[in-house]
């Protein structure tokens, strides 16, 4: 896992301890499960009737990934890519289709691929665009779906509001102090629930892989450029050299985020 992810966490948690060790009647009085039942369960059911399941299932397989340390294989791929590169210019067109068996990064063997089976530049670099733009499709889905959920969780959170107020009006005439107290505390902590996994779970992890997907496609991009330098035999050299600016610019340029606001009940 990231360092910086560890830290963030470790803070996020002494936080939320120390609000509720620090409050007058423990952190006992924070916990509802009816309340979890109303803000988890009513966002996943929300979100699964507004999205798709399969859809669903996938960011459920990505979100542990945002947690785990980059696992980018660059220098890897740019080797690897050299190398055919320099098999393609100076060798036969059967040894440059030997080399694919040698490389790892789907994207890029898909691009020398084409190459090898005589593409054409226009041709190979519409393939190359459409295959960026299915991951920037498939992410940009995934992020909107944790976007949604971060939308619907301080609305259940309200709702569960209502519920305990509901209650707490309708038996308010046969009712104790005591009864009153919980059904109120219970409508409170549900908003409390909402507008923490609001903000503190579902948004975050939305820009999160906002930023990794913009990394991502600018690293395929940077990619892209280089088979299709490949494709007109260009010497290794200066291909190494081009990708080199090009990973260093994206190394140095930030991905557009969306403004982070603050989602209210």
């Known amino acids: 896992m990231k360092r910086s992810v560890l830290f963030s966490l470790a803070g996020a948690l002494v936080l939320l301890a120390a609000i509720l060790l620090l409050s007058p009647h423990g952190a006992g009085a924070f916990f509802s ?59 036969s067109p059967r040894a440059a289709e030997k080399s694919l068996e040698g490389i790892s990064n789907p994207f890029v063997a898909a691009g020398l691929r084409q190459v090898v089976e005589g593409c054409s530049l226009d041709d190979l670099s519409r393939a190359l665009q459409w295959r960026i733009a299915g991951v920037r499709t498939q992410e940009s889905a995934q ?41 109120m505390a219970f409508a409170m902590v549900t908003t409390v629930y909402g507008i923490v996994a609001s903000n503190l779970v579902f948004k975050p992890l939305a820009i999160k892989m906002e930023r990794r997907t913009g990394q991502r496609l600018m690293q395929m991009s940077s990619l892209m450029e280089g088979v299709l330098q490949v494709q007109q035999k260009r010497h290794p050299m200066l291909i190494k050299e081009a990708l080199e600016a090009c990973f260093a610019h994206c190394r140095n340029a930030v991905p557009a985020q969306a403004p982070l606001t603050l989602v209210k009940a």
């Open 33 to 91: 499960v009816p309340g979890l039942l109303v803000v988890i369960g009513g966002t996943l059911a929300a979100t699964l009737l507004s999205r798709p399941v399969e859809e669903v299932r996938k960011l459920l397989h990505t979100v542990p990934q945002l947690f785990r340390a980059d696992d980018s294989q660059v220098e890897r791929d740019i080797d690897e890519l050299l190398q055919f590169a320099q098999k393609h210019r100076f060798t």
């Open 143 to 183: 992020t909107q779906i944790l976007y949604t959920m971060a939308a619907f969780a301080p609305a259940f959170g309200m709702l569960g509001t209502l519920f305990g107020l509901v209650h707490m009006l309708a038996g308010i005439g046969d009712a104790g102090l005591d009864q009153i107290g919980s059904s």
